[in-house]
């Protein structure tokens, strides 16, 4: 084992954080294949209420996600202050629209919380834990619940 997986294991994972309206959410570092600036997408019929289109990026059609749309917040109005995380999810690969992107974060397991209790059904299935780091409070989701198989599939 390399120094940097024993580091890995001694310390934990890492996280990307960033900002969805006035929310902070985070996911897996190793589901991040980029982040890249805002691009106008190409709109496509028929697609669900929270694909704002697609982009051509470097030779692949990319879906793009409005991930506060998706997590039945308000849906984000793209400016060229928005980022698109280019992120595996499940067999696909999609781009997904925040606000910014904050911090890259080393936790431990132990850090995580559970979602609490008055939390919808929905919050329960794509949260993995809250986390209380630095004086804010953070959400971990699983980009595989945010869009099962089946969903990432049509997109």
């Known amino acids: 084992m390399n120094q940097a997986a024993r580091n890995l294991v001694q310390w934990g994972r890492e996280l990307i954080a960033f ?3 006035d929310q902070e959410f985070c996911v897996n570092v190793m589901s991040v294949r980029e982040i890249r600036g805002w691009t106008p997408a190409t709109p496509m019929p028929h697609s669900p209420h929270y694909m704002l289109g697609v982009i051509n990026l470097r030779g692949a059609v990319l879906p793009i996600i409005d991930l506060s ?3 039945g917040m308000k849906p984000a109005e793209p400016t060229v202050r928005h980022v698109i995380i280019v992120a595996q999810v499940n067999s696909r690969v999609v781009g997904l629209l925040v606000d910014a992107v904050s911090d890259i974060l080393t936790i431990r ?3 995580i919380q559970a979602v609490p209790d008055v939390a919808t059904e929905f919050e329960k299935n794509f949260a993995r834990g809250i986390l209380a780091i630095e004086g804010r409070m953070v959400c971990l989701i699983e980009l595989e619940s945010v869009f099962p198989h ?3 599939e049509a997109a």
Do not use: C, I, P, T
Request: glycine fraction near 8%; charge should be negative.
């Open 150 to 152: 089946a969903e990432s």
């Open 69 to 71: 749309a998706r997590l």
């Open 109 to 111: 397991e132990e850090q």
């Open 19 to 21: 900002r969805v309206g």
